[in-house]
């Protein structure tokens, strides 16, 4: 109990209530039920990005093409709709493009051994050029979809919409996923010693690989529910999307160097950027400091990161140590 | 190009000069510089500056711009232009002032340099054609607002960035003109980036905040969009009417739901239009200077003010007696 308390994730968890508690000063509506079932809603999309960034940054990458990967897996949704294809059969379909656009990544960075950095900010470029050559530039607007393919994520189970539940699945199959399974625990020996690894029969390449594809699969599922839910797909849908999914990653305590984190952090440190996002706008504070305080959190809880994570250090010699 | 054909277009012009018939030897390349390719509004523009090209007969139109809004795409694009070594540049720009010194670069070396839409620092181009005036469009959207809700009430502004120099100045023209509307009570500007889900957000959070709101005002195609869609989901469809500034193709829906009921916006394909026209014109010999009137076709004349500005129409008003006609054209 008491090393739950100390956790990153107790810390983070009252970091929310204490924000909550800031806001309903000013706002008081904003924490009442529905309108907290509504930020949850909101942030879904991007609790299930984080989910997939996170397994990337454990191996010690990053995917920094997830926006655009959703933008054109939700752009190829939208046009699949509008040629008549039924909702399950799209969902399939977009789902496995997904899976292939992660692949990409992910064997680029196995088979060719490039920076993972780069290939990302690559394929981020290509992605949404590719949603150019398909579509002229023309967005799909709401008029263009059909009811069925704008109402799934709208609908109501529980007092959650499915967006909500979604999430809710995504984050109860990566806890079991990663805590569970040998594929899951070799994220973490792949980020957090890959020589060690090696020497377990572990392929870091080959789990990396993996980890892109799981992370271009759920940008694609996000990629339906962003379109669906905001009625519209063209080129810059979720522009710069991918650096909050990568900050609420930092937030959340998955170390940018690979090896640790848990699914708890990833899921508060994505609500914690929610939170924010959806109070700014009801407490009146003005936009010019928007932008500055959702900075501003980002490096704190990076600092915060830095000192916690410091190694103590072994002292070897006294004298030395007392002479600097 | 090969060398002989390099020369052959020497000869060419040299006869054309010696022979002074004021005939164009070579056809003029015009480049339509936009925000970024693939927003609707400035592919339309694109129809409309085809539509000039096809009308004069010898100019060429190169569309081009960045793949997104920033001042830095354009920029590079202006060299690549001034490289190629194009006869007029009508540009949109992201930044007015980041640009100019690319565009002071081109005029250097006899490139017509406007602007159209969204301007640029004046030293930076030799005349800015505004789709009209900014002080009607900032009266229009107060007015849109003011025709659906006969009993007064409470309206917010949704705009794009903080800092887009068009959204910044209609809002301005738009407090203006409020005491002539007694019953609108502005109580919020927020910005929603022209991002969908950041706009969508700004409308949630505007929806929260002000139980008597009325009307959504957004200045920008991705925020009426977005704020149609908060609404719509809100429930709030006949309590708050979305109203702005909005393209017909992408607002169908929108109007269809009765989440907006008007909306207007100048027809972008006469924007296209007239700025390939005055374009064309300046570069033929037309004098931009305070006071000039310079032809643009079937848009009239531009007249310029003290600046060098001139604006082309009045915007439009569309509703649901007019969108399906309008839908399919942009």
Known sequence: ?324 | MSILRKALTTAAMTVALMAATGAHAETKRIALVVKALGIGFFEAANKGAEEAAKELGDVEIIYTGPTDTTAEGQIEVINSLIAQGVDAIAISANDPDAVAPALQKAMERDITVISWDSGVAKEGRQMHLNPSSSALIGNTIIKLAADHMPEGGDVAILSATSTSTNQNIWIEEATKVLPNYPGVNLVATVYGDDLADKSYREAQGLIATYPNLKAIIAPTTVGILAASQAVTDAGKIGAINVTGLGLPSEMAGAVASGATKSFAIWNPIDLGYAATMLAYNISNGAKAEPGASIPMGRMGAATLDDNNEAAMSDPFTYDASNIEQFKSIF
Request: glycine residues 10%; proline residues 4%; aromatic residues 8%.
């Open chain 1, 1 to 324: 109990m008491t090393s739950f308390l100390k956790s990153r994730e107790a810390l983070l968890a009252l970091a929310i209530l204490v924000l909550l508690a800031m806001i309903a000063s000013r706002f008081p509506a904003f924490v009442e039920p529905a309108s907290l079932a509504n930020v949850f809603n909101d942030t879904a999309p991007l609790m299930i990005l984080a989910l997939g960034q996170m397994v990337v940054i454990l191996t010690k990458c990053i995917d920094l093409s997830v926006a655009a990967n959703l933008a054109l897996s939700g752009m190829v949704a939208a046009l699949l709709n509008g040629m008549g294809v039924p909702l399950p059969l799209i969902l399939l379909i977009v789902l496995a493009l997904g899976a292939a656009l992660g692949a990409v990544n992910g064997l680029l960075v196995w088979k060719v051994g490039i920076p993972s950095i780069v290939v990302t900010l690559g394929t981020m470029t290509i992605f949404r050029g590719i949603i150019f050559l398909m579509t002229d530039g023309a967005w799909v607007n709401a008029h263009q979809m059909s009811d069925e393919f704008k109402a799934l994520p709208r609908h109501v189970i529980l007092g959650l919409p499915v967006m909500a539940w979604v999430a809710v699945v995504v984050i109860a199959l990566f806890a079991v996923f990663l805590t569970r399974t040998p594929l899951g625990r070799s994220f973490y020996a792949v980020g957090g010693n890959p020589h060690a690894a090696v020497y377990t029969g572990l392929d870091v390449g080959r789990t990396q690989a993996i980890a892109f594809v799981i992370s271009g699969t759920l940008a694609a599922l996000t990629g339906y529910l962003w379109v669906a839910r905001y009625a519209v797909a063209y080129v810059d849908i979720a522009g710069g999307f991918e650096l909050d999914v990568v900050a609420a990653c930092v937030i959340g305590g998955i170390a940018i160097a690979g090896g640790a984190g848990t699914v708890g952090g990833a899921v508060l440190g994505a609500l914690f950027l929610g939170v924010i996002k959806n109070a700014l706008p009801v407490v009146g504070i003005s936009p010019f400091w928007q932008l500055a305080i959702s900075g501003s959190a980002i490096i704190l809880a990076v600092a915060f990161n830095a000192r916690q994570g410091r190694k103590a250090g072994r002292i070897i010699l006294k004298s030395a140590e007392a002479g600097a």
